[in-house]
């Protein structure tokens, strides 16, 4: 609790209103922190709310989304107090994002070069001619070793893998605080996943960031987060460090995610995925959201939905398994 906190989420809930009976609880009540330099993984099922937290955190959900509640404390302000120019500032600047698909996030018209030169000209307020070198350098930083020519070429010019590292150097070329990565390998094949995630942890440790790394892959939470948030639901089910998650996780939800891991010591080659699914975000039970698919579920928890507390040093826990 000594280390100061970069970002500080109180009682998030977004919603969707899709009609006048139909309200998405897509993010319903989370609260989490994230130190300075810290990468925290954001874990769970499709439809659990992982985007749409980060979406908030940016303050980029649209419509019928709202942000219905809560804080966002980034260092002393809430960002859900700012103004749209005054967010226009964080983002970029402060908190910086990138995507799965990055052909969605590069200008298919301009070339890369112009594109991480426009995103610095407009944060950093310095001379295009500066910027372009500083482009050069960030460029081979993020691993193109003919930056020069990368600067003259289009994104489709470039591989999915390439076109990644571009956007990572657009990203990071106004030296944010807080990084969040939306499956940002997901899209690519393995080698190069590896390759982008080792990217990602380098400029982390040269440039202090802290990344906020949504994925589903428990392989690449292990490998490289420090900290694990397993949402299901809307909501986080299980908080604390890697270290513990993997060795001693309590939510049945958790432990079902990693019993679907194939496990070599084991020899299970099969993926024996938890039987279900999620349940839609417009209809939650009033008890446990996990209820349907725990093997656990007693009585209580299809009365009422247990609380996110804190059952063991840093390690939180939604579940009435542990009162
Ligand atoms: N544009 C939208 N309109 C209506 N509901 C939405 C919209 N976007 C998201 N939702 C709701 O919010 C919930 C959470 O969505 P979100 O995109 O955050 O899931 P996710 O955890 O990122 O899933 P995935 O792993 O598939 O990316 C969804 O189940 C959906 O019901
Ligand atoms: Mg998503």
Same mark, same amino acid.
């Given at each position: 609790?000594?280390?100061?906190?970069?970002?500080?989420?109180?009682?998030?809930?977004?919603?969707?209103?899709?009609?006048?009976?139909?309200?998405?609880?897509?993010?319903?009540?989370?609260?989490?922190?994230?130190?300075?330099?810290?990468?925290?993984?954001?874990?769970?099922?499709?439809?659990?709310?992982?985007?749409?937290?980060?979406?908030?955190?940016?303050?980029?959900?649209?419509?019928?989304?709202?942000?219905?509640?809560?804080?966002?404390?980034?260092?002393?302000?809430?960002?859900?107090?700012?103004?749209?120019?005054?967010?226009?500032?964080?983002?970029?600047?402060?908190?910086?994002? *990138?995507?799965?698909?990055?052909?969605?996030?590069?200008?298919?018209?301009?070339?890369?070069?112009?594109?991480?030169?426009?995103?610095?000209?407009?944060?950093?307020?310095?001379?295009?001619?500066?910027?372009?070198?500083?482009?050069?350098?960030?460029?081979?930083?993020?691993?193109?070793?003919?930056?020069?020519?990368?600067?003259?070429?289009?994104?489709?010019?470039?591989?999915?893998?390439?076109?990644?590292?571009?956007?990572?150097?657009?990203?990071?070329?106004?030296?944010?605080?807080?990084? *969040?990565?939306?499956?940002?390998?997901?899209?690519?094949?393995?080698? *190069?996943?590896?390759?982008?995630?080792?990217?990602?942890?380098?400029?982390?440790?040269?440039?202090?960031?802290?990344?906020?790394? *949504?994925?589903?892959?428990?392989?690449?939470?292990?490998?490289?987060?420090?900290?694990?948030?397993?949402?299901?639901?809307?909501?986080?089910?299980?908080?604390?460090?890697?270290?513990?998650?993997?060795?001693?996780?309590?939510?049945?939800?958790?432990?079902?995610?990693?019993?679907?891991?194939?496990?070599?010591?084991?020899?299970?080659?099969?993926?024996?995925?938890?039987?279900?699914?999620?349940?839609?975000?417009?209809?939650?039970?009033?008890?446990?959201?996990?209820?349907?698919?725990?093997?656990?579920?007693?009585?209580?928890?299809?009365?009422?939905?247990?609380?996110?507390?804190?059952?063991?040093?840093?390690?939180?826990?939604?579940?009435?398994?542990?009162?």
């Amino acid at each position: 609790m000594s280390q100061p906190e970069l970002l500080h989420v109180k009682g998030l809930r977004t919603y969707f209103y899709l009609d006048s009976k139909k309200v998405a609880k897509a993010v319903d009540g989370v609260d989490f922190t994230i130190k300075p330099g810290e990468t925290v993984a954001l874990v769970g099922e499709s439809g659990s709310g992982k985007s749409i937290t980060s979406l908030s955190i940016m303050k980029l959900v649209s419509k019928p989304g709202k942000i219905k509640e809560g804080s966002i404390l980034f260092g002393d302000k809430d960002l859900l107090n700012m103004s749209e120019k005054q967010m226009a500032r964080i983002r970029g600047n402060d908190i910086a994002m *990138i995507f799965q698909e990055p052909m969605t996030a590069l200008n298919p018209v301009f070339t890369i070069g112009e594109q991480i030169v426009e995103t610095i000209v407009k944060h950093k307020k310095i001379h295009k001619k500066l910027a372009y070198e500083k482009a050069i350098e960030l460029l081979k930083i993020v691993g193109f070793p003919r930056a020069e020519e990368t600067m003259k070429e289009y994104p489709h010019q470039l591989s999915g893998g390439m076109r990644q590292r571009a956007m990572i150097a657009i990203a990071i070329s106004c030296d944010p605080k807080l990084l *969040i990565a939306d499956e940002p390998t997901t899209a690519l094949d393995v080698t *190069i996943q590896a390759q982008i995630l080792d990217l990602l942890n380098e400029m982390k440790r040269k440039f202090n960031m802290a990344i906020l790394l *949504i994925t589903h892959d428990l392989g690449v939470v292990a490998e490289y987060a420090d900290q694990v948030f397993v949402m299901y639901g809307g909501q986080i089910v299980e908080k604390t460090s890697v270290e513990e998650l993997f060795e001693n996780p309590k939510h049945p939800y958790t432990t079902g995610l990693l019993e679907s891991l194939p496990d070599i010591d084991k020899d299970v080659t099969r993926l024996g995925a938890i039987k279900g699914s999620v349940p839609p975000s417009y209809s939650f039970p009033e008890g446990c959201r996990f209820y349907d698919r725990c093997p656990h579920a007693m009585d209580t928890c299809k009365e009422q939905n247990p609380e996110l507390i804190e059952h063991e040093t840093d390690h939180f826990v939604r579940c009435y398994l542990y009162d």
